[in-house]
């Protein structure tokens, strides 16, 4: 404590005015949070619906069986029937419904108004409360396996999801909506990935390239639950 009462006032109120911006940040982020988030989820637990009107379930697979409650064990892959292409983003979809995110699937093909698959236009897997993200959900042997460096994968996943912002498709207007890599947004789901590091190393390995690239970033873990970066 200073033994100057004047500057000991000072100190007393600069900390009064940190704690209030600081408690004002938060108060601000948790509304923008809730914000994006379903008010049914908010008000009963239950998740949010899943618009599934430009891409049908169906096209990912289906579960033999399932909870009654989102359960991380049904989407063994031993447990999906009619297995798409995307098969391992049904855990993705139903982790984020689960947690109150409103999602929307988005078109798999870029088609022009002959219906043609247009060359060089991208497809971003999925809107989040309207906005587009991209899923990718590694699986073990998918990436080379870096020794040196366990978390070496998320790189390769970072780079991928923006190369998918390049050109993304705009299904409104049936055509290329122009180079969106600065608002790339990416959900990381590792549930059929082996990470061989701690929780806060991949959070560190994360935030590294978000602070590179300014994108956002929402990590799905293999137990379902959700971290956001931005």
């Keep these: 404590m200073s033994s100057d ?97 409103r999602i929307a699937t988005r078109p798999s093909k870029a088609v022009n108004k002959d219906g043609e698959v247009m060359d060089g236009v991208t497809t971003p897997d999925i809107e989040i409360d309207g906005e587009m993200w991209e899923i990718k959900s590694p699986r073990n042997g998918n990436q080379r396996h870096n020794q040196k460096n366990e978390l070496k994968f998320i790189e390769q996943l970072f780079r991928s999801a923006r190369d998918n912002f390049k050109n993304p498709y705009d299904y409104t207007q049936l055509r290329g909506s122009g180079d969106k890599r600065e608002i790339t947004k990416f ?31 929402i990590w799905i873990d293999a137990s379902g639950h959700i971290r956001r970066f931005k």
Excluded at 35 to 51: C, F, H, Q, V, Y
Excluded at 202 to 207: D, G, L
Aim: with cysteine.
């Design 187 to 217: 959900v990381l789901n590792t549930r059929y990935r082996t990470i061989n590091a701690f929780e806060a190393e991949i959070s560190k390995e994360i935030q590294r390239f978000i602070d590179r690239y300014g994108v956002e970033c």
């Design 5 to 101: 009462p004047e500057r000991q006032r000072e100190l007393e109120s600069a900390a009064g005015r940190n704690a209030g911006a600081f408690n004002d940040y938060y108060a601000h982020r948790i509304t923008a949070e809730m914000d994006a988030r379903d008010r049914e989820r908010l008000l009963t637990g239950n998740p949010a619906p899943i618009d599934y009107s430009r891409v049908s379930r169906s096209e990912y697979g289906e579960l033999k069986n399932r909870s009654k409650e989102f359960n991380p064990a049904d989407y063994e892959e031993g447990n999906v029937t009619n297995v798409g292409i995307e098969w391992m983003d049904l855990f993705a979809h139903d982790a984020l419904s689960s947690n109150g995110f």
